[in-house]
């Protein structure tokens, strides 16, 4: 290798588990990767996140690097973990602490009621996302509307919560003045809307008071560093061990092990026929080198997402 070579700097490809901070937007976060990369004299890559949190919420924030970001798409589509607690008596206009109050209750639920409904919300379910969301509405942000005074209808959505399971209770005089939860949620899910629910089926108001992530598809809370952690590996210029591998998010995805000839094929965006192998999605690999995502139809191997590694 020459010194020219050695002196190139190194591009990264996989993915950084950030335990997002209060208050910081997604696009943040990103900007915040973004840094370290240059601070850690890395080749500048795309950079993207895989799943938006709210800057109230904190927890695990995936960020694609490089190729990775070619599964950001997927990892929007994942089921999701949150904790979160439901401070019963008020409720917000953006049902959590950044909005007004709009509705106010002294019904406060016991435990036990807790526990009685919480099998309703489990299942399919059908939804009505905040009116302080992302989603649009003839064109426009509907927190933008919202904020402008504007009433925003926004349909009803079918998710699902796979689990909700009680956590902790703060209780009062009159029953709990807070209950925490933690939900296992299909991609699409809105928490505010879920607390807003449960809250009026047991006959009260509520708003969500805290909101953490604590598991994003494959990754977990237990993968996830802080800002001033990824801030000090950048300068100690060692990214690259902390940067979690394109296949990590592939974890639920069978493997398709390539010979050199089939993978070439592949690169060039040509199928491959007369393969041995189930129906289905599969991350087609050279020697462990990842090449791409690939759909396999009676023998016949087509790609889905190609990485340039």
Not at 180 to 204: E, H, M, N, P, Q
Not at 230 to 254: F, G, H, Q, V
Not at 280 to 297: K, S, T
Request: with cysteine; hydrophobic share 45%; glycine share 10%.
């Amino acid at each position: 290798m020459t010194d020219q070579a050695q002196a190139l700097p190194k591009a990264l490809h996989g993915w950084i588990i950030l335990d997002k901070p209060l208050g910081l937007g997604s696009t943040q976060a990103v900007s915040a990767v973004k840094r370290a990369l240059r601070e850690a004299g890395c080749a500048k890559v795309k950079v993207g996140h895989g799943g938006t949190l709210d800057p109230l919420a904190t927890g695990v924030l995936p960020v694609a690097l490089g190729e990775a970001t070619k599964l950001a798409g997927r990892m929007l589509d994942a089921s999701k973990i949150y904790d979160f607690t439901i401070c019963f008596g008020t409720q917000t206009d953006s049902l959590d602490l950044e909005g007004q109050v709009i509705a106010t209750s002294d019904v406060r639920p016991t435990l036990a009621q807790v526990e009685a409904v919480l099998p309703r919300f489990t299942g399919p379910i059908e939804q009505v996302p905040p009116a302080f969301s992302a989603l649009k509405v003839d064109g426009k942000r509907a927190y933008d509307l919202a904020r402008a005074g504007e009433e925003v209808t926004l349909a009803t959505r079918a998710v699902t919560i796979h689990a909700l399971d009680i956590r902790g209770s703060v209780p009062g005089d009159a029953g709990l003045e807070s209950v925490t939860l933690s939900a296992f949620v299909s991609k699409g899910t809105y928490i505010r809307s879920l607390a807003r629910d449960i809250a009026a089926a047991l006959g009260t108001v509520g708003h969500v008071t805290m909101l953490r992530r604590t598991k994003a598809g494959p990754f977990t809370l237990e993968q996830a560093i802080s800002l001033d952690k990824l801030a000090e590996i950048a300068k100690a210029r060692s990214l690259e061990d902390l940067c979690l591998p394109i296949r990590t998010a592939l974890d639920d995805i069978p493997a398709l092990a390539l010979g050199p000839e089939q993978a070439r094929l592949l690169r060039h965006g040509q199928f491959l026929s007369g393969v041995a192998v189930l129906d289905g999605l599969h991350l087609a690999l050279l020697d462990e080198m990842p090449v791409a995502l690939v759909e396999c139809l009676s023998g016949t191997v087509k790609v889905e997402r190609g990485f340039n590694l």
